[in-house]
């Protein structure tokens, strides 16, 4: 143990260097933001309430019922029931979504090959039972309605649904000098 080392210890150096940091920022106004009387708008992107994408044509929702949503989720919060319909196509017959087990990892809008679900902005909403947490098709539906309608869905699509079309296409052929060069 060296001198240094020893003086540190029983003078409490790093302690006393604590305490002053402490008592430096004591008397400093507080940063924290009074949550009812003052809110912070949600960033671009932000993960809150689930919602199923209606299609912007038909009115109907995107979701087919590939279940590759279910399948990605860690926590198995996702439940989908399917049927066949009258053409032998697949019919979602219920889309359920436990909200209190999610972990907001947004796989499932990852994994959906069709962009049917999204995570809206909205993150203000509380309830005083399990059963309000347990949302359905049309629950999932009214919340893009209510949330993501018009300009502001198209905008997250647009900026926040992978993959596109342009992240597959072919890279251009490199030039000769370049070739040359590897």
Not at 167 to 175: G, I, L, N, S, Y
Request: glycine share 6%; hydrophobic share 35%.
């Amino acid at each position: 143990m060296t001198v240094n080392e020893l003086i540190k210890k029983v003078f409490f150096i790093e302690i006393l260097q604590g305490l002053a940091l402490t008592l430096k920022h004591l008397f400093k106004p507080a940063v924290t933001i009074q949550y009812p009387a003052e809110r912070k708008e949600p960033f671009a992107g932000s993960r809150g309430l689930h919602a199923l994408v209606r299609d912007s044509g038909t009115g109907r929702e995107k979701c087919v019922g590939c279940g590759l949503c279910a399948a990605m989720c860690p926590s198995q919060c996702i439940h989908i029931y399917t049927s066949e319909g009258d053409d032998h196509k697949k019919v979602v017959d219920r889309y359920e979504i436990e909200v209190l087990r999610c972990v907001y990892c947004a796989f499932c809008v990852e994994a959906c090959p069709y962009g049917a679900i999204v995570l809206t902005d909205h993150f203000e909403y509380s309830g005083y039972s399990r059963e309000e947490f347990y949302y359905t098709k049309e629950r999932l539906l009214e919340n893009w309605d209510k949330y993501m309608a018009g300009n502001k869905g198209k905008e997250y699509l647009e900026r926040f649904w992978r993959p596109r079309a342009v992240d597959f296409a072919t890279p251009a052929p490199a030039k000769k000098e370049e070739r040359a060069k590897q």
